[in-house]
């Protein structure tokens, strides 16, 4: 039997490719649109801006990094559930989707670490720039003298709440999760139910299930969230317990979907 973990590896490297070109993509349309804005239009960045043009552009085109690669990801995921290659690894149903997803989901985490060094490297031209130089000075001169004041560590922590911030990071985390298991669902149950059917026409069939599976999901999810909804414990207005009950929610409707999926792969889906 093949270990969760020698799987993991090897869908996480196939993954990664991804990861890598959509970075460079990133970095490339970044230095491209930051030396347009700077040289054919000199009103786009102020003469304060100018320094941190990189580094703007570069923050400009993350969210459309991010969201590419949840298309591409998901797209390999299921690639990988049709694929008789993988299919004839000798694992569990169940590992191998824990294994797909969470190879999907590490990648990801692995694309905004790289944003991150990306977004440092590109900042550290603006630290040659005296009103930036002298911007960030003032920024330290303020948090000396919250220090000194004793209210340093309570303005902080009221400005980065980080229960809240780990509570929102877990969210989004979750609702990650749940774009793949949707994605997964649609796909397996569509094709689960067109290999009953005959083959005429079986594109356009499965067009249509696909629709109508849609909507059914999303009627389903409107009666489950509402149905969690009345389980909460009381309306209040801590955030962090608001927070704490909406993920549960998801991650109740992950591990629904999630147990779903591995039957439909465990019974009735094969790789071609």
Do not use: C
């Not at 996480?12 to 700077?38: E, T």
């Not at 009950?245 to 439909?264: F, K, T, Y």
């Amino acid at each position: 039997m093949t270990t969760f973990k020698a799987l993991f590896s090897q869908m996480g490297k196939k993954k990664r490719r991804s990861v890598y070109l959509l970075a460079l993509l990133q970095l490339v349309a970044a230095s491209v649109f930051a030396l347009w804005a700077l040289f054919s239009n000199g009103d786009a960045f102020s003469s304060q801006a100018k320094p941190i043009a990189w580094f703007v552009m570069l923050s400009t085109f993350a969210p459309f990094a991010d969201m590419a690669y949840v298309v591409l990801s998901a797209w390999q995921n299921e690639k990988e559930y049709s694929s008789q290659t993988w299919r004839l690894v000798p694992i569990s149903s169940s590992k191998f989707y824990l294994a797909n997803i969470l190879s999907a989901f590490v990648n990801g985490l692995y694309l905004v670490l790289i944003q991150i060094g990306m977004g440092i490297i590109t900042f550290l031209p603006a630290l040659l720039s005296k009103d930036v130089r002298t911007n960030i000075w003032e920024i330290n001169q303020a948090i000396s003298k919250s220090s000194h004041a004793g209210n340093f560590w309570q303005k902080f922590l009221e400005s980065f709440p980080f229960g809240e911030m780990l509570s929102a990071f877990l969210a989004f985390l979750l609702f990650a999760v749940l774009v793949y298991s949707i994605v997964t669902a649609l796909n397996l149950s569509s094709r689960t139910i067109t290999d009953f059917l005959p083959d005429k026409h079986s594109k356009l069939i499965r067009f249509v299930i696909m629709i109508v599976l849609i909507f059914i999901f999303i009627f389903l999810s409107d009666n489950l969230i509402n149905l969690l909804n009345q389980l909460r414990w009381g309306e209040t207005s801590n955030s962090l317990l608001a927070f704490s009950e909406s993920n549960l929610m998801v991650a109740l409707i992950d591990v629904a979907l999630g147990a779903v999926n591995i039957w439909l792969l465990k019974n009735f889906h094969e790789g071609k």
